[in-house]
């Protein structure tokens, strides 16, 4: 689906991976949400700002099922430098299979993975020992 053609208005459908526009990130938290709730969706990962201090993170907190921070700096097209900030993964799912997979990648590149287990508090995951 192109962002750019409405994403935010139209319904959304089956598995979503999402890099939004990084400038209203609140409200692509709050269409995330909305389209799990619905239930229009199975799971949806979105590559975001790594940003836990900001309210549209803490946000997504409520709602996602994993979260995992990015090691390092992305560097996006090509670029001869990684972006300005860190990147963060958050996974908005009911299906426990799907965060499974999700923790089973995030433990493969040695990251940090918080974990909500069907509603309840965070658990966090530290994988170390393998190179990023």
């Given amino acids: ?3 750019r053609r409405g994403a935010l208005e139209r319904e959304w459908f089956g598995r979503v991976y999402m890099n939004n526009p ?3 990130n609140g409200l692509w938290v709050k269409k995330c949400a909305a389209e799990l709730e619905a239930g229009n969706v199975v799971a ?8 836990p201090t900001t309210v549209w993170w803490l946000d997504a907190l409520r709602d996602v099922a994993a979260s995992a921070m990015l090691r ?8 001869s ?3 300005m900030f860190g990147s ?12 499974e997979r999700f923790m089973f990648a995030v ?7 918080a974990v909500r287990i069907r509603g309840g508090a965070f ?3 530290v994988f170390a020992g393998v190179a990023a």
Avoid: E
Wanted: glycine share 14%; with cysteine.
């Fill in 1 to 3: 689906m192109a962002w």
């Fill in 22 to 24: 990084y400038s209203k």
């Fill in 44 to 51: 949806i990962l979105a590559l975001m700002p790594a940003a």
């Fill in 72 to 79: 390092g700096r992305i560097t996006f097209g090509g670029a």
């Fill in 81 to 83: 430098q990684g972006a």
């Fill in 88 to 99: 963060g993964l958050l996974l908005w799912t009911h299906d426990a299979a799907t965060t």
């Fill in 107 to 113: 433990r493969s590149w040695g990251g940090t993975c």
């Fill in 123 to 125: 658990r966090q995951h």
